[in-house]
């Protein structure tokens, strides 16, 4: 048996999947870095595609994305410390992955994530269609607590036994390689695995195809074993084939869906939406959509037309037309309107309805196949009308930038029904509903000017209260108006310069109105507002909930027994490299929010922010490999230098220098430090006694990053800085200490 370089003692024979051994000659150096970068390809690949596709099949799960991130760092973490065992996993990563696949996809089919509510008490909290059902039964809350918990502690677990064999082999892999060229083929897949990831979704590629890719890549894994490729290929085709399928209803209609598109943001399934006349006859109202398994929005006929045809019969729908067009009676003759988060065209409709041949609406949506939606479904055609101008992005970024001003700024229902990262609290639409948003918003309106703002909520809940109160304070010389709309169980609100002025409203606009309920408010009622700091619309106040404290001291205690079980026979943690892996999870979850914040919340900034973390890391390989740094304290000096200086200057500092500067400066704030993170990982590595144990510790680590960060809820991100500053200073202080015997 063949010493390893740095101390490890890798176990005889092949790794049972390439046909690779671990203590190989020279000359299979380059076949080893091959396989190497596949299987690092397929980790971070498969990652992401489940990260995806649990939110999609799971309403829950939607909200809470980081649980599979946990689980895959967990899955990798235990792979690479079994990396010395004589057993290996490798032949059931495919055999596991469809296992995986069909069960949590017949358990949706089944309607299973209905019984998922968040456990009583966590009513802080707001998820569409995962609302906390509040009870005095105690019986009830305990199992409403337990089908909670006991979900995503079972996601979990399957979860974290799809990575295991992956992290096993990647660490069979790097063992016997040199440690610094391992790691920097193992970061080049996993940025192949992320641009792969990219392609499926500007391809709007459904998951029979990012199941079957990663299949493709596992069985040329297997390629070496006949036996494992005939077992292993079985297992894919049930997968592919039962993915491919269709359960054939929507969850939550009543009727069969015409269409799944797997948007780059979400799932979104669309039924006709019709109604029943006197005489029994269907008529075609338009299309709705469900995003995520739950109700998003209608592209609806509300045209002078059909009110004519059918208005008597269906009052609501007057009433609906007249919710979109009352923006319209706060400002005379508004002529260049601009209109947030566009959807399928509603709004849109709305304002062609009222406006002459002169007017001018930019309509601003994320989502491309929302916009393709409204340009195929919608019954009034508003996305093919001269008069409006599609703008595909980041409803923030089209404000921040606009060098245009606006008689009407409209924001739509901007309801946001996912996540915009995994590693991350923040929603696709947090930073829309902002103090700061709010003020760009302004700055974009004319004289005379107006915005109003709808939202679907109670009027009185948290989220009412603060729309409210923020908008007020955007518009302290000129209070708001608050209406309840008959579509969607929502509130409008209008705010700018004589919109209290207004008078003469239709009956049911003004029967509507709510406004001295909102004023009435008693300041003890009122809700923190939602800043770029703290963008947490949907929370009550600034706490940790229940649900995700109860959540992590779960998922915690799993992590901990199965770490220890796999660490008795494989070597301690090296609480060096794991602080390492919990802080640099810290830095990323700032950098995502910070970058969205200035770039935007797009699925192609994301794409970007991950590779260009990626590309550092990168970076800091190569300066480690040509400078040899002798040690690193300067780069903790460094690293310690810079995370002060982005907490003490915040992006909103440089915001008001204008978008350039901000961009500038928000990406420095986050990549200096990354470089610094990564030399002080690389020389780490270097100099570590095994490289299997850093990358397991480092991996396991990153799982109390992630419970870490849910300290923003109630810190805001600003505080991720030090808390990343105190676990870089926990690994200095290990380091040290760990040097000193």
Sequence with gaps: ?????????????????????????????????????????????????????????????????????????????????????????????????????????????????????????????????????????????????????????????????????IGQLTGVLMNGLPPLRAYTVNILGSLGGVLLFTAVSYLWLPPAVWFGLAAIMGLALLRHSAANVASSAVACVVMIAWTGSSGGFVKGGGSPHMQDIYSPYQLLELQPYHVVDADGRRLHR?????????????????????????????????????????????????QRVLVIGSGAGNDVAAGLRVGGPDMRVDAVEIDPAIIAIGRRHHPEAPYDDRRVRVHIGDARQFIKRSTETYDLVVFGLVDSHTLLSGMSSLRL????????????????????????????????????????????????????????????????????????????????????????????????????????????????????????????????????????????????IDWHFFFLGSAFLLIEVKGIAELALVWGTTWVVNTVVIGGILGFILLANWFVAAVRPAGTRPYYAGLAISLLAGFALPVS????????????????????????????????????????AAFASNLIGAILGGFVEYSSMALGFRALYLLALGLYAASFLVLRGSRAR
């Design 1 to 165: 048996m063949n010493q390893h370089p740095h101390g490890d003692s890798p176990t005889e024979g092949t790794d049972g999947a390439a046909g690779i051994r671990p203590a190989a000659a020279t000359a299979a150096v380059p076949r080893r870095l091959a396989v190497l970068f596949l299987v690092s390809v397929l980790g971070l690949f498969l990652e992401v595609c489940l990260i995806r596709w649990h939110g999609t099949e799971f309403r829950a799960a939607a909200y809470f994305r980081n649980v599979t991130l946990l689980a895959c760092f967990l899955g990798l973490g235990l792979g690479f410390a079994l990396a010395q065992s004589a057993r290996s996993y490798a032949a059931w990563t495919l055999p596991l992955l469809a296992a995986h696949v069909v069960l949590l996809d017949l358990l949706s089919r089944l309607g299973v994530d209905s019984l998922v509510r968040l456990p009583h008490g966590s009513s802080q909290l707001w998820a569409w269609g995962v609302h906390a059902a509040e009870t005095t039964n105690l019986t009830t809350a305990l199992a409403q607590g337990a089908a909670f918990y006991g979900f995503f502690l079972f996601l979990f677990l399957i979860t974290i036994v799809v990575f295991i064999p």
């Design 286 to 334: 338009g299309m709705a959509a469900f995003a995520n398994k739950t109700y998003h929005l209608k592209a609806e006929d509300l045209s002078r037309a059909w009110l004519v045809a059918h208005g008597a019969r269906f009052p609501w729908a007057a009433e609906n037309a007249l919710a979109y067009e009352l923006p319209y009676r706060f400002v005379e003759a508004a």
């Design 429 to 572: 639409d947090n930073f829309v509903y902002t103090l700061e948003c709010f003020a760009e918003a302004r700055r974009i309106l004319a004289p005379g000017g107006a915005m109003a703002v709808s939202f679907s909520t109670p009027a009185m809940n948290h989220i009412g209260r603060r729309m409210y109160d923020m908008l007020r304070r955007t518009f302290p010389e000129s209070p708001p108006r608050a209406f309840r709309i008959g579509f969607d169980s929502g509130v409008l609100y209008v705010a700018g310069e004589g919109v209290g002025a207004v008078r003469e409203l239709p009956a049911a606009a003004a029967s509507s109105e709510v406004t001295e309920a909102y004023r009435a408010m008693p300041a003890n009622e009122v809700p923190p507002p939602a800043t770029d700091d703290w963008p947490f619309l949907y929370m009550a106040d600034r706490r940790v909930p229940t649900s995700h404290l109860g959540l992590a001291a779960t998922l915690a205690m799993v992590a901990v027994v199965w770490v220890r079980r796999v660490t008795r026979g494989s070597g301690a």
């Design 653 to 692: 500092t440089w915001l008001q220098f204008g978008w350039a500067a901000a961009a500038v400066t928000s990406a420095a704030l986050l990549l200096v430090p990354l470089f610094f993170a990564g030399v002080i990982f690389a020389v780490s590595l270097k100099g570590c006694a095994s490289v299997r």
